[in-house]
């Protein structure tokens, strides 16, 4: 119900409409893929600039205290080793820095804190603090001292203590470095399942697009292929002699409905013609037939038991002027004739009112059982009744009386015009010879 409603709306509209429709669509389509492309680029630029600044670079960060712990040892080592004071200096100097180092790069690394990421950076400074005052007195120590053996300065350093320090400090910085590197994990997987989620919202769309587009393409063709076969098959009814058909799409005010107004202009001009051609065949075959007729009786017999019929006359009598009077001389359908008035006077009744004003007259709302028309089925009252005057020249020669169950059809009026003129020259022929024939 629905698709027929927008079919019947699209069939209304414009070939332009149409085409416009058509490429309208296909330019939003293109459009929102545009759109859609320009946002899943920016989103997975971004996600991967923030990868980079947030997990990338936290990692480079924790790898280099991870350097600077090493190169804590390593100077509080070259201090304990150093023959003189101005190495140890230098040592005392580097040990200074690297332990700066630490402190600022666990600095820069903890740059998106979570609640996990924090309690494992506190966990850090707990034990770098600890570590770095074992690593303040051993330096002090070695500062105020000149010269050790070396029993003396391996025995800083295997200190029990000392190396629990130092090596659970590096192993807070390793949880530190791992917990980072699953972070950095973690955010590559989340980017690769975003840039999937993208793509399938790429091809969603590219398929609501593509099938939108197909949909709409159909239904475009359909409201134009469907009207124009419907005319197709109307012109093709026409070319085959069916007049009558209807002519669908004439209320449209598109160019369906110019074409379907120009074939009902067509058709109602074959109608016409095909009148004509109806009408002058039976009145070219009529005129032949009452030319053979001598009497008037049988000429006037022989009209309305043709004629009738062809006019869709239920009933029918023809009043001939005969000595002054309108007389009763043919009739068709009537089975009651002694019921009929033989003659008329001009000017009596609707019959000589007809012929003395020469004016057809049509008697319409009859009065219940005025005429009654009898079949073998039964009987029914005619709708309509014409008098006609039968005229030759300015003398009227006959009054031709038809009851009709309906109207009167194109075609039939054609006959019956076209048909007038010749009933009134063979009668005034046929009354002038049998006025002849009277004097011999």
Known sequence: MVIQKILNRLDRQSLNTKLLLIIGFAYLMTVAVGIQSIVAINILKNNIIQSYDIDLLGISHIQQAQLNLVNIDRALRKMAMSSNSTERFEAKKALDVAEIGVKNELMDANNRPTMFSAEKFSHFDTLFVSFSGSVR?????????????????????????????INATENALTDIANFKQAEAKKSSELNEEMAV??????????????????????????SIHHPFNALNTSVENLAKGRLNIVVPYTDYTNEIGNMAASLKILQSVAKTLDAERWAKGHEVNLSSELQQSKHVAILSQKFISTVCPLLKALHGLLYVKQDGMLQLTANYGYTDLKTLKQTFQFGEGMIGQCAMEKNPITLSKLPKNYVTIRSGLGESEPKDIFLLPIIHVSEVVAVLELAFMENLGEREKLLLEGLKPILATALYISLRNAKIQSFL
């Open 137 to 165: 007195q051993i330096s002090t120590f070695l500062s105020k001292s000149e010269v050790f053996s070396d029993g003396q300065s391996i025995d800083l350093f295997v200190n029990a203590e000392f190396n629990r320090k």
């Open 197 to 222: 989620q993208l793509k399938q919202q790429m091809f969603w769309l590219l398929s609501f697009g593509l099938i939108g587009s197909i949909v709409i393409s159909g239904l475009i063709v359909h």
